[in-house]
């Protein structure tokens, strides 16, 4: 039962323009979403959050957008570039009693060339 | 020098084998966590501890076990490895209420 679903396994863009990464996920109790960024034989790296009481957040060339009645974000990267070029998995946080943990999607590769 | 090491890097062992993958951590934080990636599978939660004298289940904790041997250590054991725990695992820290987790550079595991 994948509760954060990443239905785009890749995605390529071409440098300059704009790169958008879909996230889908089912429990309407996460409260705060996230976005990870992956490279070859490294661990992931924290990209950018969002709190469930926004809408937007917005870093530089990162922007992620949450539509909470379509149990939908997204990651925009604009301009793209290639050192963007990456496995980008988007998480959610389920907070529950004493539990406190992520639930991450399968992860989009993301590849921008010139 | 990096905040989350994990050792082995690498390794290849197998069936039937006992095997223990290291974390360490020199960030400070009581949250520590292990998981296993798949190709199409994401990231899956192995293990959890929220400070030395707390171990939680995850997802996927069927032939795994984990000690916590100090806050900065934390360790993953395969007591018997199978070919299908063939996977990259990862170690992540995280502050107390903190939704940001650090992970390390990852183990990849090959059991044959």
């Known amino acids: 039962d994948q509760q954060v679903k990443q239905n785009s396994p890749s995605l390529s863009v071409q440098e300059g323009r704009i790169s958008i990464l879909n996230c889908d996920y089912t429990n309407s109790m996460f409260d705060y979403f996230l976005w990870y960024k992956k490279y070859p034989a490294e661990g992931p790296t924290f990209l950018i959050s969002?709190?469930?009481?926004?809408d937007k957040n917005e870093d530089g060339r990162f922007t992620v957008f949450l539509n909470k009645s379509a149990k939908h974000l997204s990651l925009h990267i604009v301009p793209s570039q290639p050192g963007d070029s990456a496995v980008y998995f988007c998480a959610a946080r389920s907070l529950s009693k004493n539990t406190d943990k992520l639930i991450f999607g399968t992860g989009t590769r993301l590849q921008v060339f010139p | 020098d990096a905040d989350v090491t994990q050792t082995p890097r690498n390794r290849i062992t197998k069936t039937g084998k006992r095997i223990m993958l290291e974390c360490s951590q020199t960030k400070g934080h009581d949250r520590m966590y292990w998981y296993r990636q798949d190709p199409g599978l994401g990231l899956r939660l192995i293990y959890y501890?929220?400070?030395?004298?707390?171990?939680n289940k995850g997802e996927i904790s069927d032939g795994y076990s984990v000690s916590r041997q100090a806050q900065a250590k934390f360790s993953l054991s395969l007591e018997s490895a199978i070919p299908n725990q063939t996977a990259l695992y990862f170690c992540?820290?995280?502050?107390?209420?903190?939704?940001?987790?650090?992970f390390g550079p990852g183990t990849r595991l090959t059991v044959t």
């Open positions: 501890s929220f400070d030395v004298k707390d171990i």
């Open positions: 992540a820290t995280g502050g107390a209420n903190s939704y940001e987790q650090y």
């Open positions: 969002i709190s469930s009481i926004k």
